[in-house]
């Protein structure tokens, strides 16, 4: 069974940080892209970064550049997303999400081949 399972999101003053984890199983980690995307409360889903499959590649859309960093560790088969200087516009559901395909930010957010169940951020003072 594939699972994505993230974790670490939470309520942070505005200019706080945190980082998200997303565990994952039942697939093979390391061939597949890795992605964040969230969801504010009302709005679609947004792209928030992307890794390739060593770790060697990420990228992020430019409103997301450079507060937040995609990290991977395929020994431990979890992908993470730090997140700095946070703003209440950053208030979302965050997905972790995989896929053999590389998708770019230019497109909507896909249906990916595996997506979590979210962890919710939420930003206030």
């Known amino acids: 069974e594939v699972q994505l399972v993230e974790s670490g999101g939470g309520l942070v003053q505005p200019g706080g940080s945190l980082t998200l984890s997303c565990a994952a199983s039942?697939?093979?980690?390391?061939?597949?892209?890795l992605y964040w995307v969230r969801q504010a409360p009302g709005k679609g889903l947004e792209w928030v970064s992307c890794?390739?499959?060593?770790?060697?590649?990420?990228n992020y859309p430019g409103s997301m550049r450079p507060r937040f960093t995609i990290s991977r560790n395929n020994a431990k088969n979890t992908v993470y997303l730090q997140m700095n200087n946070l703003k209440p516009e950053d208030t979302a559901m965050y997905y972790c999400?995989?896929?053999?395909?590389?998708?770019?930010?230019?497109?909507?957010?896909?249906?990916?081949?595996?997506r979590g169940q979210g962890t919710r951020v939420t930003v206030s003072s």
């Open positions: 999400a995989a896929d053999r395909r590389r998708f770019y930010f230019s497109n909507s957010v896909p249906s990916f081949t595996y």
């Open positions: 890794i390739n499959g060593d770790g060697s590649d990420s």
């Open positions: 039942g697939f093979t980690f390391s061939t597949y892209y």
